[in-house]
Nanobody
């Protein structure tokens, strides 16, 4: 079992930055592959970025060059640095953990989820 708690969301103007954090508890964090998903109203949940237990990363095309995912296994944390934010980045962002082999690219691939944190990009 893994418990995940996100923080760092909020309201930001277009072009601004936010850093989301996800704190994990309850199991050996370092063995899990981690992902950040987002869900906007009326849309399906989509993978934004993922990082393997070994540190390999994956990003959806729409955030490449703007978002950076990182993890600190000593602190049981995974972060998402979001720069050059756009109104279309507005969504609830969820942290997720996967215990299976390799990165997961769909929501069904992940075993544990946080409650989410709201990110709103608006002037």
């Amino acid at each position: 079992q893994v418990q995940l708690v996100e923080s760092g969301g909020g309201l930001v103007q277009p072009g601004g930055s936010l850093r989301l954090s996800c704190a994990a508890a309850g199991s050996i964090f370092s063995v899990y592959h981690m992902g950040w998903y987002r869900q906007a109203p009326g849309k399906q949940r989509e993978l934004v970025a993922a990082i393997t237990s070994g540190g390999n990363t994956h990003y959806v095309d729409s955030v490449k060059g703007r978002f950076t995912i990182s993890r600190d296994n000593a602190k049981n944390m995974v972060d998402l640095q979001m720069n050059s934010l756009k109104p279309e980045d507005t969504a609830v962002y969820h942290c997720a953990a996967r215990s299976g082999y390799g990165l997961g690219y769909t929501a069904a691939d992940y075993d544990y989820w946080g409650q989410g944190t709201q990110v709103t990009v608006s002037s």
